[in-house]
């Protein structure tokens, strides 16, 4: 192909139009009238002797040649914006974004509020939104810009993917106060349930995909016990009030049932196993790495984290019941 007859434009007209998937959408983005996109879509074709879309109902198909090309005209925009913006001040205050989070309900709740606050504080201009885990893969989300970043316990990334760790998230069971089961057992608060018990009693999970089992299965299954898991939710809202109105056990990270005990009748109690103690770890995509936007709301994630007093429990923290 001719590199002449390419210019910064038509990247941007092709990186608008593998986002957006429509003209006029593409040209919305960009600043740039309908026929003027068409215009430019047409040199493309040209230019790279290939469709590049194809058109089915109001929507533009990428063909093949055009989505091997998203990822590295992405990074080409990304490297050529941070290189001209790179001696450019940034104040918090003036900007004006919306920055979109991914993860469990556990940091809706327990994060995002006082996450909020800070950023209302000091950049009024920028917003916040936090999709649920449910929501898909990450890897594609953070490609696709969908999310700027994703708040995960261990997750297969590709290397363009970024991390930092958050926090470890030890694990506690919590039960109803008035659990009868336990009761007749006698087991003081905070003390660890015997296995038999443990295994003996319902248990309710945390699912976003359905599955019935989690890190309590595999540290159960090495030692040859298994649980009966009778419940899966996909929040660990929804465990927390449902052990608090039921017969349920639920082995939840610590974080969280220290702040559910706080509200609801429900004992924190020991495992009576080690489980393997999880990193959570915020996720991005390493195109964002020195953009300092990005760099600053990943910032006050940490410290908005470490704020939060969630790092104080140690890594090696590990259960060694019955």
């Given at each position: 192909?001719n ?7 038509l990247?941007?007209?092709?990186d ?8 006029t959408?593409a ?16 040199r493309?074709r040209?230019?790279l ?7 089915r109902?109001?929507?533009m ?14 990074r080409?925009l ?10 450019k001040?940034?104040e918090?205050?003036?900007?004006e974004?919306?920055?979109t989070?991914m993860?469990?309900?556990?940091f809706s ?13 000091v950049a009024?201009g ?6 649920d885990?449910?929501r898909g893969d ?6 696709d810009?969908?999310?700027d970043a994703?708040l995960?316990?261990p997750l297969e990334i590709p ?9 470890h998230?030890p694990f506690?069971v919590?039960?109803?106060r ?10 003081d608060?905070?003390g660890?349930l015997?296995?038999?018990?443990f295994?003996e ?8 995909d ?6 309590t ?7 040859g016990?298994?649980?009966?898991v009778?419940?899966?939710l996909?929040?660990?809202q929804?465990i927390a009030?449902?052990v608090a109105?039921?017969?349920?056990l ?12 706080k509200?609801l009748?429900?004992?924190?109690y020991?495992p009576?196993?080690?489980i ?9 995509h ?10 600053w709301?990943?910032?006050?994630i ?17 259960s060694?019941g019955?």
């Amino acid at each position: 192909m001719n590199l002449n007859a390419l210019d910064l434009n038509l990247i941007r007209v092709l990186d608008a139009l593998l986002r957006e998937r429509s003209v006029t959408r593409a040209g919305e983005q960009i600043g740039l009238s309908q026929p003027a996109v068409s215009a430019a879509l047409n040199r493309l074709r040209h230019a790279l002797n290939d469709q590049l879309f194809v058109r089915r109902g109001n929507e533009m198909l990428p063909t093949p040649r055009a989505e091997s090309l998203a990822e590295p005209v992405r990074r080409a925009l990304s490297e050529i914006e941070r290189v001209f913006h790179a001696t450019k001040s940034f104040e918090p205050a003036e900007l004006e974004r919306t920055f979109t989070l991914m993860g469990a309900d556990f940091f809706s709740m327990l994060l995002m509020p006082s996450l909020a606050a800070r950023i209302a504080s000091v950049a009024p201009g920028v917003s916040l939104r936090f999709l649920d885990s449910a929501r898909g893969d990450v890897s594609r989300l953070l490609q696709d810009d969908e999310i700027d970043a994703a708040l995960e316990r261990p997750l297969e990334i590709p290397d363009w993917v970024s991390s930092a760790l958050l926090f470890h998230s030890p694990f506690a069971v919590i039960a109803a106060r008035d659990n009868a089961a336990i009761g007749r057992v006698g087991i003081d608060d905070g003390g660890a349930l015997p296995m038999e018990l443990f295994c003996e009693l319902p248990h309710a999970i945390r699912s976003i995909d359905g599955s019935m089992s989690g890190f309590t299965d595999e540290a159960l299954s090495r030692i040859g016990r298994a649980r009966r898991v009778s419940l899966a939710l996909p929040h660990f809202q929804a465990i927390a009030l449902a052990v608090a109105s039921g017969n349920y056990l639920a082995a939840v990270p610590r974080q969280f049932a220290e702040v559910a005990a706080k509200t609801l009748p429900i004992i924190i109690y020991e495992p009576p196993l080690s489980i393997p103690v999880p990193e959570i770890r915020m996720y991005w995509h390493a195109r964002h790495d020195d953009e300092p936007p990005h760099r600053w709301i990943r910032q006050q994630i940490l410290e908005a984290v470490d704020a939060l007093g969630f790092a104080d429990l140690p890594a090696d923290v590990e259960s060694t019941g019955d």
